[in-house]
Structures are given as C-alpha cells and as structure tokens.
C-alpha cells in the first residue's frame, strides 16, 4: 500500500505524512525531496514551476510508487495539486490518496511561521490557484492537532465507520443505542457472549431494528476497533465489579483521548477512583447518571455527566441530541462538575424517588387501609391533585398502577409486598451521615423497604399483635388535608436532597449548580415534576428550600394538615415512616431550643464527653462531676 498525502505547501503534508508511517510502521518520503536542483532553485526563488519542469520529477516519483508498492509500501508527501500529475502518479491499484484540506488564511499562517524551508511563500496564491479538489480518496481538514488528523486517516483506511459505542445490551444500554442511531448516528453495539447463555444478543437488537445503523459485536476487540476516534463508548451494565472487569477488558485496547462514559447506577466514589485509573492511561471517563427508564432511554432522558470536562466536550454533540428537553428546549442534559460528581447527583437523584415513592405509597395506604376507599377512588382523588400544581411523573404513574385489573383483581393487590432495591438509596444515607446533614424523611424510605423485605416476620407478628387505636381521636376524612400534607413532605424530601447536594459539593470544591440540576431534572427523569419547576427559580434566588419565601408560605399553610393527618393515620395503627419522619425533620427545623442539652448532660455524666455553656465562648468545653453533689 502507497498513501499519497497531498494538498497545498504548508498544509502539513510532511508533518501528518512522518506520523502515519511510524503509525503503519512504513517508510516516508517527501516528494520535495525528488526535485532536481533547478525547480528547488525556482521554487526558492519563488517561481512557480511549469508542467515542464515536473515531468521528470512525476516520472522518476512514479517509478518510486510503482516499487514501493510492491514491497513494504510508503507514505510519499507530494503536492500533486492538478488532476492530470495524480493520474500520472496512479500507478497502482493500491493507492490511498489523502488530501489535507484548509483555508488559504490558515496556510498562510503555518507557512509564515515556517522557517528553514526553500518554498517560497509567495507560491501559495499560485498552488492554491492550480489546485484541484479530489472526489474520492480521503479528505481531512488541516484544522485539527496533526495526530487527530492521523486518527482520522486511520480511521478511513481501516474502514472505521462507527461514531459512538454502547456495552450492555439490557433495558437501558438497548434503548440509549436506539435512541443515538435514531440521530442518525452509527452505532456500534456490544454485549458479552456467555456460551450457553448469553449469545447473540447484541445481533439480536439489529435484527430487531432493521431501520437504524447498528453493527452489533460480540467481540470487544472488534467492536472497539470498528469505531472512529476519539471513541465515545456508554457503558451500562451493572454496578460494582461488573464495571471494573469491564474496564479491565476495555482499556488495553483503547487509544489515548478516547471516552468511557459509565452510564449505570454506580458509586460515586468508586468512579472517582475509575476516573482516575482511566486517567493514567490517557483516558477520558465520564461517570454519567442517567434517569428515565426504560422509555426515558430511548425517547429523551436526564443525563447528568461529570469527570474529566475534556471528554464531556468531545461526548456532548453525541449525549445532547439524545437528552429530553426542558420547557424552553434546552436538553436535559448539563455537566455536573469533576470526579464523581455526576454519579453523586444521581444517587441522591434516586434518593428523593425513593422518598417520594414511599411518600405516595403511604398516601394511597391511608385512603385504602384507614378510609377503605378501593383502587379506582384512590386514582380519582389522586388526578384531581395535577390540577393542583402536584403533577408529577411518579403521579402519572400511581394512577396508572391503581386502575390496573389483573382478572377480576386489581394488580397491585396481586404484588407482593416486599420492596427492593439496588443501593443509591442506602449509598445516600450513608453519604447524609459522613456529611452531616440531617436526612431523616429519606433514611425512613430506604428502611421502609428494608422493613418491608421482613414478610415472614410481619406476617407471624401480626397474628401475635393486635394494634388498638386510642378512644375519642376524631376522624376527618378530608382528601384536601392529605394533598396538603402530601404536598409539603413532598418539597421536605426535596429540600433534604438538595441539601446533601449542596454540602457534598461545598466540601468537595465541586461547585455544583443547583438550580441547573432541577432544570435537567424537570424533564426526562423519574422525579419530574410541576415542584422540579418551581426549584428552579428557588435555587436562582436561594441556596436552600428552607429560606425561600416561597416555601416558607407553603409550609405555613400545610404543616397543620400534616400533623393532622400524621397523628390521625398513626393512631389508626397505621406506619407511614416518610410522613412521620418528615413532620419531625419540619418541626426540628424550626425548634430555637432543642432537647440535645440533655443529651450533652447523660454524655457528661456517664463519659465525661465534656459540653459548652450557653452563657460560655463555644469553643470552651466544660465537665461536671454530676455525682459529687445530690442538693
Ligand atoms: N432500568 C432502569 O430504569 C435504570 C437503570 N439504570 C442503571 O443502568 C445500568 C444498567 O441497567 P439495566 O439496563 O436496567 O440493566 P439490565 O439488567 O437490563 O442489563 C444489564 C446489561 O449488563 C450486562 N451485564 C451484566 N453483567 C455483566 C458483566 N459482568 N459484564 C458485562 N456486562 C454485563 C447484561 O448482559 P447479559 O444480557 O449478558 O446479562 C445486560 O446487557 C445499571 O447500573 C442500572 O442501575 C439507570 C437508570 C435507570
Ligand atoms: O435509577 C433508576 C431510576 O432513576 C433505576 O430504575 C434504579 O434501578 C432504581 O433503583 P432501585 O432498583 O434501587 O429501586
């Protein structure tokens, strides 16, 4: 094989021409250094060489390609700028012609700052004046670093065609693959082979979407090298070691500059040590949370990628197109900031959909178990509430779920009741404790579901015993009372979110935009909401919920209908640990004077932990001897 780099004097023919034969370890030679000592004479005087001149100089280089190509083969820079001297020099059937393409003002510039060269720069007006474009070969604009331009010519001759890669064929990665060959974009696919097991599965979904441009693999290797680079490659797989092994396969055949995106449900601080094992080895990672399920990935999701801000840069004309987009058609999709971060934000992300799915499987358990209202009731109170500015996606979807007939049954009754989960709810908790920040309405979703997973338990301890609710509690069956409550635990377990958010990226530098993340959180997301909207606009005037004046006024209208509601429902034998928990974390809030000094007493007493005085500087501590003196 013989590649002729061609194009103008100071295009770089000699720069990328040198690379691309280390690169397919060829000889290189520049055509310049063919001429005979008159036309190197001419040219440095700056007169342009007729036909004449280079009919010697194209058959002595024609003699050379002939040659070349039947041995190792070469990478020959030529100028070859007319139709008529590449025919002559087309003296194989294999030849791979590239042409280095740019704009007179960009030469001009290279060939000003070139020193140590007999081409006299005056020349340019006229090669550019003699130079005829090709139709075919390989066209490369000169505008990019010489060995993304390498890449590019790599990537032609090695028949490259696949502009972005996604690992994982399941739920997630399937409908993302579709969602960017959708765009338009090629797509190369991959799943592992598992004999026996797992085979053909990527083969599956092409043959299954016969309109897209899918290539599926079942070979990493030929998957990673069917695409053009800098490779952009979405992993969605599980959590946890599935990644890491994953990483291990995939990083020896990657390139420097190359992006990992991990787009599954990962923690955040294992990503921060990805992103920086993938570092080392020139790598791009993008720890990316993406939200919206199954419909979500393949119509429009919320992304949130953070990591290395160089590859989101190269990934973003590939993750926009495919985000959901906001009221003003903004894609929801923004980088959240460095490490971890966009990991982070997810996790909490799913956080507050646990809170606020446990928040309506209560609210549904109060009309069903304590008001004896069924299925479809329940659904028609709850669709009076989107008119209330409580519209929510995980709204939509309870209503849903409550008409669903299974039979003669509704379906859900027909479930069993033990919840599961796959950790960013738990991760969460443990997050609020390292942090400090109080997470109780939150930490009650994520035990619920623990709670929950004790059927057998609940099952014999209920036949042991019988709840009895206190005489004389006064029962209002008001669905208004139970929107309000809903309503303000629902900005509650928003506000305690957020606020992790804001603690973690204080400490961390991470600089994180919370108002930005609402807004890629109103479309496209599980948590979706008419509230996600309003938090936009919170976190432009304020840096939490709390100290919003708009807030403040909802809670001042509601709090009594949660304690109302709260109480009732508890005295009916009825847990409903998110609503408690978030009327405690509401009045704890806003209490000047807690009980804690009593705590800080018993700590003194039995453990001499020491305290602070109310009436003493707060960095000065004090120990009594609680024991010495009974007056
Ligand atoms: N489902 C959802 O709503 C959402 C899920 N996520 C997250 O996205 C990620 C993927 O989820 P989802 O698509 O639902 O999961 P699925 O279980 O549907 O798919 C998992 C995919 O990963 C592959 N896989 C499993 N184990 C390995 C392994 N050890 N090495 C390589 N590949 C493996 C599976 O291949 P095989 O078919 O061979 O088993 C399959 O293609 C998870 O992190 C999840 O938490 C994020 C947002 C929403
Ligand atoms: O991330 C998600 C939605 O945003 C996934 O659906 C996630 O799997 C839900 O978590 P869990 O399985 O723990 O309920």
Not at 58 to 67: G, P, S, Y
Not at 108 to 121: D, E, L, S, V
Not at 351 to 379: C, H, T
Request: charged share 25%.
């Amino acid at each position: 094989m013989v590649i002729i780099v061609f194009g103008v004097s100071g295009s770089g023919k000699t720069t990328t021409g040198q690379l691309l034969a280390t690169q397919l370890n060829m000889p290189f030679y520049d055509a310049d250094d063919f001429h005979p000592a008159e036309n190197v004479k001419k040219m440095s005087a700056g007169i342009p060489l007729q036909d004449e001149d280079r009919k010697h100089w194209l058959e002595e280089l024609a003699e050379n390609i002939k040659e070349w190509s039947k041995g190792k083969g070469a990478v020959l820079a030529c100028s070859a700028l007319k139709e008529r001297y590449r025919k002559q020099l087309n003296v194989s059937d294999n030849i791979h012609w590239v042409f280095l393409k740019g704009s007179p003002d960009l030469i001009n510039q290279r060939i000003n700052a070139r020193k140590n060269h007999y081409m006299n720069p005056v020349l340019l007006n006229s090669q550019i004046a003699d130079l005829e474009m090709p139709e075919y070969g390989i066209t490369v604009d000169i505008i990019k670093a010489p060995h993304l331009i390498v890449r590019r010519i790599m990537d032609r001759l090695e028949n490259r065609v696949f502009n972005f890669g996604v690992i994982g064929m399941g739920v997630m990665g399937r409908n993302l693959a579709l969602n960017q060959a959708e765009k338009g974009t090629k797509v190369a696919i991959y799943n592992r082979h598992v004999l026996g097991s797992e085979e053909g599965i990527a083969a599956q979904v092409v043959q299954d979407n016969p309109d897209f441009h899918l290539a599926a693999f079942d070979d990493l290797k030929d998957f990673v090298t069917s695409m053009t680079s800098p490779r952009v490659i979405l992993l969605m797989i599980p959590a946890g070691r599935p990644i890491d092994m994953q990483l291990d396969d995939l990083i020896p055949l990657l390139e420097k500059g190359d992006v990992v995106i991990d787009g599954g449900n990962s923690y955040y601080k294992d990503s921060k040590l990805r992103s920086q094992r993938l570092a080392e080895h020139g790598l791009h990672f993008l720890p990316m949370g993406v939200s919206g399920g199954e419909e979500g990935a393949r119509k429009g999701p919320s992304m949130m990628p953070g990591g290395s801000k160089e590859g989101y840069d190269i990934a973003k004309p590939f993750l926009e197109p495919m985000a959901a987009v906001d009221k003003n058609l903004k894609p929801c999709i923004t980088y959240v900031g460095p490490e971890g971060s966009g990991h982070f934000v997810k996790m909490v992300h799913n956080s507050i959909e646990y809170g606020e799915m446990q928040l309506l499987a209560e609210v549904y358990y109060i009309f069903r178990k304590n008001w004896g209202m069924d299925p479809i009731e329940i659904s028609e109170v709850f669709a009076t509430w989107r008119d209330h500015h409580l519209d929510s996606y995980l709204l939509e979807i309870t209503i849903n779920i409550l008409k669903k007939k299974d039979g003669e049954h509704y379906l859900l009754d027909m479930i069993l009741d033990q919840a599961e989960q796959k950790g960013t709810g738990g991760w969460s908790v443990g997050t609020a404790l390292e942090y400090g920040v109080p997470y109780g309405p939150l930490v009650e979703a994520v035990m619920a579901r623990t709670l929950s997973a004790r059927k057998q338990f609940r099952t014999e301890m209920s036949k042991l015993i019988a709840y009895k609710p206190a005489a004389g509690f006064v029962k209002d069956e008001n669905t208004d009372r139970v929107k309000n409550a809903y309503a303000m635990v629902s900005l509650l377990n928003h506000a305690i979110g957020f606020d992790l958010i804001q603690t973690v990226s204080k400490t961390n530098g991470w600089d994180i935009n919370l108002s930005e993340v609402s807004r890629i959180w109103t479309n496209g997301c599980i948590i979706r909401s008419t509230l996600m909207d309003d938090l936009v606009n919170i976190f432009k005037e304020s840096e939490d919920v709390f100290s919003s004046l708009k807030a403040v006024e909802a809670f001042g209208e509601s709090q009594v209908d949660l304690a109302y509601t709260v109480s009732q429902s508890l005295n009916e034998g009825t847990a409903i640990p998110v609503m408690s928990s978030a009327l405690n974390y509401y009045l704890g809030n806003i209490t000047k004077d807690s009980p804690a000094n009593m705590i800080q007493a018993q700590r003194d007493y039995f453990g001499a932990h020491t305290y602070r005085r109310v009436d003493a500087d707060s960095s000065t501590y004090f120990h009594t001897d609680w024991t010495a003196d009974h007056d």
